[in-house]
């Protein structure tokens, strides 16, 4: 934590101005409206679409050849794709 500090402490120190004449009050509130703005409207940056590629879709298919005669008797398949025992 204090590595950090250190390192990073200057950017938190930039606020305040090394002129002489030169109002510190401009820098301190003008980040503090930033982050107030950043804080207020941060749900409002839409949200990048996630692609889907080629590999990544699961098909829903069922096998042509034995379709469902793999499966326990009794167990179904829920919403979720988990299979349950019926008899429960």
């Avoid at 990073?8 to 003008?30: A, C, D, K, N, V």
Wanted: hydrophobic residues 40%; proline residues 6%.
């Amino acid at each position: 934590m204090m590595l950090a500090f250190f390192m990073y402490g200057e950017m938190t120190m930039s606020i305040f101005p090394r002129q002489e004449g030169i109002s510190f009050e401009y820098h301190l509130f003008g980040a503090l409206a930033g982050v107030l703005c950043a804080c207020l409207w941060h749900s409002l940056d839409p949200k990048p679409t996630v692609k889907a590629y080629s590999w990544e879709v699961d098909p829903k298919s069922e096998d042509p050849i034995i379709g469902d005669q793999w499966r326990l008797d009794g167990q179904a398949e829920d919403n979720e794709g988990e299979y349950k025992n019926c008899a429960e």
